[in-house]
């Protein structure tokens, strides 16, 4: 059973306003919607605002429900309003690894904790939704793949259609779209124009990551 928590206080829940500087809380239904695809339970701790004492208080009592895993969402970078990774160690939890040097996904943290002799595993996403989404796929479907038996993900070799370019030493997970070829049953791929971490509409047309 996972729970789920977004943080930020320019989000808001479907439904409702979102003009000025607000934004519907994507990385909450991405990642009800990733959860459910693998058939596995979930609870929605919902949106908390950047304030240390609400995200210590919802993430306790996260913690000491019935769930195995916590996901949650922004708020584990090095800005002034990141509390998560302080809040986790206040509560007790150790923090096994945080950033990693990928693209886009770079400030993932992974903790654990153990409430009353029962072990949680706590995965802080980042907050850009395609990040957040990349890194679901890249570490936890990979866990609940080995932990649980589910089918692993599928990997094919597929031609490049287009060059591609990076700036750093970083491991890019660039968003593409695969192509077979009816006639030969070759694949083919190449990247989607905008690559930002923040480009949701380019992530829903992407059927790969391109490696």
Known sequence: NFGIITTGDELVDIGSNCSGDKRYASNLYTS????EELNMDHTNFGICNDNKNDLRDVIHTSLHSNIDFLIT??????????????????LGAEIIFWKVNIKPGKPLLFAKIDIKGKKKLIFGLPGNPVSS???FHLFIKNILTESYSHSS????TAELVNDLKKNDLKRHFIRGIVDQNGNSGKYF???????????????????????
């Open 133 to 135: 989404f990349v890194n």
């Open 32 to 35: 009800i919607a990733l959860i």
């Open 153 to 156: 993900r599928r990997t094919i």
């Open 73 to 90: 969402s922004g708020g584990v970078s090095v800005g002034k309003f990141d509390f998560v990774m302080e809040v986790l160690k206040e």
């Open 189 to 211: 791929v190449k990247e989607i124009e905008n690559q930002s971490s923040s480009n949701m509409m380019g992530l829903s047309v992407s059927n790969a990551l391109i490696t």
